[in-house]
């Protein structure tokens, strides 16, 4: 017999898995301000779990960040743990920056890969908008279902479909043969 409450460990679902984000934590009263990144943008960046220093450039409303631990710039610490940073100059910069005064919601920005390289590590430009990705799994699961023939209980109801769900199936199939 065991007394207090069970263990249970569940496994924390990322929002982004296949895009790397940087997300600004909501700011308030007692509240730090910190930036996380998520687990793909810890793997495009290189964080590990050594000590690891990011540095941001801005070239008017853009805004560039790269890995800097091993060229010996000076940077902004990451926290081993919780790939964060915490700094305020910084953070209220960069939503000042892109033009997000909102202090009770949080931000994210999307890591969107360059050409640009800096001392030998890829650089990464911040954008509020997200780049579109298509997991490759999905698209193959619906090419199938699409090139699969009609059976004679299947009902089709024409109502539900639009023309831009047939141009996108037209595109899967294309890309796919």
């Known amino acids: 017999m065991e007394f207090g409450l069970p263990k249970v460990k569940s496994q924390k679902q990322e929002k982004y898995e296949n895009v790397g984000v940087l997300t600004f934590m909501p700011t308030g009263p ?9 687990g793909k943008a810890s793997e495009l960046l290189g964080l590990d779990d050594n000590q690891n220093k990011i540095s941001f450039s801005f070239s008017g409303k853009e805004i560039y960040i790269v890995n ?17 940073i915490s ?30 390289v800096y001392m030998d590590n ?10 579109e990705v298509t997991n490759e799994k999905e698209a193959e699961d619906e090419v199938e ?6 059976q004679d209980n299947d009902v089709l109801d024409m109502g539900q479909i639009s023309e831009t769900t047939v141009v ?6 294309e890309d796919n043969q």
């Open 68 to 84: 800097t631990s091993k060229s010996g710039v000076s940077g902004l610490n990451v926290s081993k743990g919780t790939k964060s």
């Open 145 to 150: 279902s699409l090139q699969e023939p009609a």
């Open 122 to 131: 890829k650089v990464f430009l911040l954008s509020a908008v997200a780049p």
């Open 87 to 116: 700094d305020k100059k910084h953070y209220e910069y960069i939503k000042y920056t892109i033009n997000n005064s909102s202090e009770k919601d949080e931000l994210e920005l999307f890591l969107l890969e360059t050409e640009q």
């Open 168 to 173: 996108d199936a037209n595109i899967l199939i």
């Open 30 to 38: 007692g509240l730090g301000r910190k930036m996380v990144f998520n």
